[in-house]
């Protein structure tokens, strides 16, 4: 099992960025993929980002793409998502999580953080 800690949300307005973190610790040996979700309530968790641990290619939602940015730090097993032009859409929990097997689900996933973003 991979424990995943996010942090980094916060309260910004329209326009502003913001900076998530995850830190990974455990099984880490396992990852294949990192990425980041997100939710709002009453509706599903949709994906954001991705990127491969090993290769670093990417790929993102399209609904963010040209705004946010993955990248990872293998040597400090922490993955981030940085967050430019922020709109009120994006207000959500933002969640990591971790892809152990190429085609295989996303089975670890972080407490979540808070993004908010006012009008």
């Known amino acids: 099992q991979v424990q995943l800690v996010e942090s980094g949300g916060g309260l910004v307005q329209a326009g502003g960025s913001l900076r998530l973190s995850c830190a990974a610790s455990?099984?880490?040996?396992?990852?294949?993929?990192m990425g980041w979700f997100r939710q709002t309530p009453g509706k599903e968790r949709k994906f954001v980002a991705a990127?491969?641990?090993?290769?670093?290619?990417?790929r993102y939602a399209d609904s963010v793409k040209g705004r946010f940015i993955i990248s990872r730090d293998n040597a400090k097993n922490t993955v981030y998502l940085q967050m430019n032009g922020l709109k009120p859409e994006d207000t959500a929990v933002y969640y990591c999580?971790?892809?152990?097997?190429?085609?295989?689900?996303?089975?670890?996933w972080g407490q979540g953080t808070q993004v908010t973003v006012s009008s």
């Open positions: 999580a971790v892809q152990a097997a190429d085609y295989g689900p996303w089975d670890s």
């Open positions: 455990g099984r880490t040996f396992s990852t294949i993929r």
């Open positions: 990127i491969s641990w090993s290769a670093s290619s990417t």
